[in-house]
């Protein structure tokens, strides 16, 4: 009960458009007990194991105080009883009786019902590992909502992720995914996807549904349902470079740690690191003049080509080293004023991971 | 009081000077000339107008029309002051609906410029070319001509120079020319219209109605959407077109209110407007309205000032209503309001909750939307004085000690109860109806207006990027294109250096198309296109204004960049708010002047209990 309602928590809106929504939907059904919680845009259904039930029915309980109790209480069989309409009573072996105020069912959104054009399955693991890589790039701005979500497009036995906020970028694809249905384009929103992340282990097997409008990601225990955003995603493809004539090679961890430090002296504003590339070592420096703050250190690197000046914003530069697996991460770099690619120097024959930086133009 | 008082002599002024200052009062600027002689075109009959400006008329003032024209004995009378042709036509002064009945036009024209003018009345041969400059005819001989009028309007001001001392940029003064010419294209749909800048044709309008003129003016996806309307009770008719809620502009540029065809200027009469259509602009915004009134003329009194285009009524009460009716009917008609509240609301929540709490390279940068402000050098670890020492005296040095309590790190919670902790023993802030920020002082409570004080900071960061360091650019990924009417082409470019050290680099790439290619490093900026429109319609609104256009541009960035009232904000942004209001220069007033915070002092709360 406690993971089930960890599961459905989180889409409880904290500011309620309709005071309903403050509520967690309760219902027993064919000796099912299934609770539900919805912010209208995302709707997330916890199955919760039961020893054994009588009749059959529903109501809703108030979120909050619902979850406060149940946190409270040490792991003993509960028993769950709806006597008269709207009242609910709680009890449990040792640790006595509570009475908590229902509500009218009916007063709850109506849910939707999905009607999956397109299904497949494939491993929680997997899944999971797609978000993670590409989350960190989804967009903030309210007003190009189609940014704000990952595209997921579906192709023969491939599956691939998409995000970015204009800045960065991050693409991963996966070509072992059994999937044999017709070519699909979908944006799914961020929340949507924090909750898969928290909801979905490992070992499961999700079937992922999409429809028209909404999309599903269904496992033994939870079915979530989110409303898909609407519009063009722009042609990421066009904007990614195939051809950036020079590479460095390095370190991944040294790398992220000497960005770490420096970025503790980046501009609190523009968080600017400047990046000088020589043949074996390139020199990251960052300035914060306001406070007469500097910093700068050097690293090995592995590289070809002409000596180079770069800016990134040194968070941006962060997140994608994060996202390196590898010992050694690869940049490839044209000019400072174009997109810089950065992929692991060993990829997986089944994954294709991209990362974009867009950088900052040096002023001078 | 027997008392004489020694009377000077009256000096009858030389009548050319008596001519330049009666002409100050009609011929303020280029575009009242282009107004004068629009309008006399079309008290003439023409159904076609071909207007040509060269350096926003100060070199060049052409209109030419295809009306009754002028005989030789007619064009000479109309260069004598008071001549005017259109009493005679008419019984009285107050049912005259034709636009320059005062005579004064001309011959006020003529007298600060070297003026040509070709016409052929209808039925005549030949035609008659006239020569002014500076009041004086100089040639009038007949010439072969097309029916119709040409009036050219060379070096307007050329003897005048202290009024040509106080012409604005030529942007600014087009800018003006432009609005005239909307005013009287929208006025009259069935006429054709041209207009010419410097050679090039920005407009060709062809006869047709309101819409069809609309689309020509402002493009076919606005003229689609205007909701037309149609109202008549009494004496009073109304119709026109307005903008539904989807088309909110950033300005009020784009409104046109006439009476029986004449543009007019009304506070009243715009409340009505704004307050008929408000609940279908649920996100704010300006309506796109183009609204004629017809009414008797003796229910209405426009001031004949020639600069002023201000109109009483004499039943002010009756308009304001039946305005207010005819909009909201045609707008209620149209649409079912606020259908998308819901929905857009679960949509900040989406954003919102994605927000946590990590340090600066743990958390992914565009979470953080106040950035701190560049502290003013501290040497010691004390926080920053928030107010220089000079400024303290009487009561507002106990201010300046609460906020500095405030902006430091000094906490106020044992003062109250603390809603929810933040982990941390930062200053207690509430924000109320997502508009102001309230924090408790030792001495009082602050309130703190969300949208100023944001604007303050940015104002401040702009300037000091335009004045001193450029702000560098974060090079984007997907370029966002714009395009602008073709007047505003000059504002714009006039601004991209500006912008530039403010780190948007834009790029012309078309005639009235540009991109931009980058933004301001780090600072969260939310629909590239939009806030750029906006800091140009900004900064053109306060064209007008003496200031120095770089603090224009500043305060314009300012504005549009900054949080809106409304906006629902984190914990963490409020107190970075805050800290950042009060490492500014000027934490007191915003760059229009409204002040940002005010204080209630404990001394005026322990009253409210007679304590």
């Known amino acids: 009960m406690k993971r089930g309602i960890q599961r459905v928590m989180g889409v409880v809106p904290t500011r309620l458009p309709m005071p309903s929504l403050g509520n967690i939907f309760v219902s027993l059904k064919n000796k099912m007990l299934e609770i539900t919680a919805t912010d209208l845009e995302i709707t997330v259904t916890a199955k919760v194991e039961i020893l054994d039930s009588e009749g059959e029915g529903s109501v809703l309980i108030q979120a909050k105080r619902f979850q406060d109790i149940i946190n409270q209480l040490p792991d003993v069989p509960l028993e769950i009883e709806v006597k008269e309409p709207l009242k609910v009573t709680l009890k449990g072996e040792g640790v006595g009786e509570y009475i908590l105020p229902g509500g009218d069912p009916i007063d709850f959104p109506e849910l939707p019902e999905i009607d999956a054009r397109v299904s497949f399955d494939m491993s929680g693991e997997i899944l999971k590992r797609l978000i993670t890589k590409t989350m960190f790039a989804v967009s903030h701005d309210e007003m190009r909502p189609i940014l704000t979500g990952v595209l997921i497009q579906l192709r023969m036995n491939e599956i691939c992720i998409v995000a970015t906020d204009g800045h960065r970028l991050s693409r991963i694809k996966r070509t072992d995914i059994s999937y044999s249905g017709e070519e699909k384009d979908v944006v799914v929103p961020m929340k949507a996807l924090h909750q898969l992340l928290q909801g979905i282990e490992d070992d499961d097997e999700p079937t992922i549904g999409i429809a028209e409008t909404r999309a599903s990601f269904t496992t033994d225990s939870q079915r979530l349902t989110t409303r898909l955003i609407d519009g063009h995603y722009p042609n990421y493809q066009s904007v990614i470079p195939e051809d950036n004539p020079h590479t460095m090679t390095v370190n991944t961890d040294d790398m992220m740690s000497v960005v770490k430090r420096i970025s503790v002296f980046a501009h609190p504003i523009s968080h600017q690191v400047k990046i000088t590339i020589k043949q074996d070592s390139a020199l990251l420096e960052a300035e914060d003049p306001e406070i007469g703050g500097r910093g700068e250190e050097s690293i090995a690197v592995n590289y070809e080509g002409e000596p180079l000046e770069l800016a990134y914003n040194c968070t941006y530069l962060a997140d994608v080293l994060r996202q390196i697996d590898t010992e050694e991460a690869a940049f490839k770099l044209n000019t400072s004023n174009d997109a810089a690619i950065i992929k692991s120097t060993v990829q997986n024959d089944d994954e294709d991971l991209l990362m974009l930086l867009m950088p900052i133009r040096l002023n001078r | 009081m027997t008392e004489t008082l020694e009377r000077p002599p009256i000096i009858t002024l030389p009548q050319s000077v008596a001519d330049r200052i009666a002409a100050g009062e009609v011929v303020e600027r280029p575009a009242a000339v282009v107004k004068e002689l629009i309008g006399n075109a079309i008290d003439g009959g023409a159904d076609r107008m071909t207007i040509a400006i060269e350096d926003a008329g100060r070199t060049l003032i052409k209109v030419v029309d295809n009306g009754f024209g002028m005989t030789e004995s007619d064009l000479a009378a109309a260069i004598g002051r008071h001549s005017t042709s259109k009493l005679k036509r008419f019984e009285d002064l107050e049912s005259l609906s034709s636009f320059g009945f005062r005579g004064e036009a001309l011959p006020s024209i003529a007298a600060v410029s070297r003026l040509n003018i070709i016409s052929r009345a209808r039925g005549q041969d030949v035609g008659t070319e006239l020569s002014v400059s500076g009041g004086k005819i100089e040639k009038a001989e007949p010439v072969a001509a097309p029916e119709g009028t040409s009036i050219s309007v060379g070096h307007l001001f050329f003897n005048v120079p202290a009024r040509r001392k106080f012409l604005r940029t030529d942007a ?78 950033r300005t009020t540029s784009d409104q046109y209110l006439y009476i029986n065809n004449r543009p ?67 707008i209620s008609d149209d649409r079912a309001p606020r259908e998308l509240t819901v929905e857009k609301k679960s949509q900040m929540e989406t954003a919102a909750s994605a927000v946590s709490e990590r340090s600066p390279v743990d958390a992914p940068a565009h979470l953080t939307p106040f950035v701190p402000l560049p502290r003013r050098s501290q040497t010691s670890g004390a926080p920053a004085m928030p107010f220089s020492p000079d400024r303290k005296r009487g009561e507002e040095a106990e201010t300046d000690s609460q906020l500095q309590d405030l902006a430091g790190a000094e906490s106020a919670q044992r003062l109250v109860g603390v809603p929810e902790s933040s982990g941390d023993d930062g200053p207690v802030i509430w924000q109320v109806f997502d508009t102001y920020l309230v924090s408790p002082l030792k001495t009082g409570i602050v309130f703190i207006d969300q949208h100023v004080a944001h604007e303050r900071i940015l104002y401040e960061r702009a300037l000091r990027a335009i004045e001193k360091e450029p702000w560098t650019s974060q090079v984007l990924l997907f370029p966002v294109s714009f395009a602008v009417s073709p007047e505003d082409v000059d504002i714009v470019e006039e601004c991209l250096p500006l912008l530039r050290s403010m780190g948007f680099a834009v790029d012309p790439i078309g005639p009235r198309d540009f991109r931009i290619q980058a933004v301001p490093a780090g600072i969260r900026i939310t629909g590239e296109r939009d806030l750029l429109l906006g800091i140009i319609a900004e900064f053109k609104d306060t064209a007008t204004s003496n200031s120095d256009p770089r603090h224009r541009l500043a305060a314009a960035f300012a504005c549009r960049g900054a949080v809106k009232a409304g906006q629902p904000l984190k914990t963490e942004q409020m107190q970075r708010l805050i800290d950042e209001l009060f490492g500014c220069e000027d934490p007191e007033f915003c760059p229009h002047g409204r002040p940002i915070y005010h204080v209630i002092n404990r001394r005026e709360i322990d009253k409210w209990f007679r304590r």
């Open chain 2, 264 to 330: 007019i200027v009304s506070p009243r009469l715009n409340r009505a407007i704004y307050t008929a259509c408000e609940p279908y602009y649920t996100s704010g915004g300006h309506p796109i309205y183009v609204i004629k009134l017809e009414s008797a003329p003796d229910q209405f009194d426009i001031n004949v000032h020639p600069a002023k285009k201000e109109v009483k009524f004499a039943d002010e009460k009756g308009v304001f209503g039946n305005l207010w009716a005819a909009v909201r009917r045609a």
């Open chain 2, 172 to 249: 600014t003064e087009f800018k003006w020319i432009a609005s005239v010419f909307k005013h009287f294209a929208l006025a009259f749909p069935s006429i054709s219209w041209e207009l010419y800048r410097n050679k090039d044709l920005l407009y060709q309008l062809n006869p047709g109605d309101e819409r069809s003129r609309l689309a020509g003016l402002f493009g076919d996806d606005v003229a689609e959407e205007m909701i037309p309307i149609n109202f008549q009770r009494g004496w009073l008719t109304v119709h026109g077109l307005i903008s539904p809620g989807s088309l909110a502009q």
